[in-house]
């Protein structure tokens, strides 16, 4: 069983279980079943889902604040620029930048992307022989997919 200590405990000695250091993520794993019921116990000491459940109520209650919530949007945002001129590039719409460029490059005017044509940015289609061989082989759908394919 995994517990995690609320108060950064970087060992555990009990007289009778031994003694016990958590692993890279902070939980004391392997702990005996009596060991285990004597922390949980103890206010300082959760368990797995209960570290999950806290860390999640945490997390919601952060982003309720109208400022941390804006900062975090923000910083999810803030690589689309460089994002949309990579995609540009891709698309032949403007030359490959250097690696000097890519840090300070802008996303592409918004004629540039009007100017591809819908042909140019649709996905190719799957012919129905592709759809039918990846078919299950057995039950029904096999009936089905060899009568799509005919």
């Known amino acids: 069983m995994r ?8 060992q555990v000695d009990d007289p009778e279980f ?5 692993d890279a993520s902070g939980a004391f794993d392997g702990l005996p079943d009596g060991m285990f019921a004597k922390l949980h116990g103890r206010p300082g000491w959760e368990s797995e889902d209960e570290r999950a459940l806290r860390l999640a109520a945490e997390e ?6 109208p400022a941390t919530l804006l900062a975090e949007v923000r910083r999810m945002t803030e ?3 460089a994002v949309a001129s990579l995609l540009a590039q891709a698309l032949g719409l403007t030359p490959p930048a250097t ?18 044509s819908a042909s ?3 996905a190719p289609e799957v012919a129905p022989e592709a759809t039918a061989k990846s078919a299950p082989s057995r039950g029904r759908g096999a009936k089905a997919a060899k009568s799509a394919a005919s």
């Open 3 to 10: 517990l995690y200590s609320k108060t950064g405990a970087t």
């Open 18 to 22: 031994g003694s016990f250091v958590p």
């Open 60 to 65: 919601l209650e952060r982003f309720r604040d």
């Open 79 to 81: 690589g689309q620029g």
């Open 99 to 116: 690696e000097a460029q890519v840090s300070v490059a802008s996303p592409p005017a918004p004629s540039q992307l009007a100017s591809v």
């Open 120 to 122: 140019e940015a649709a």
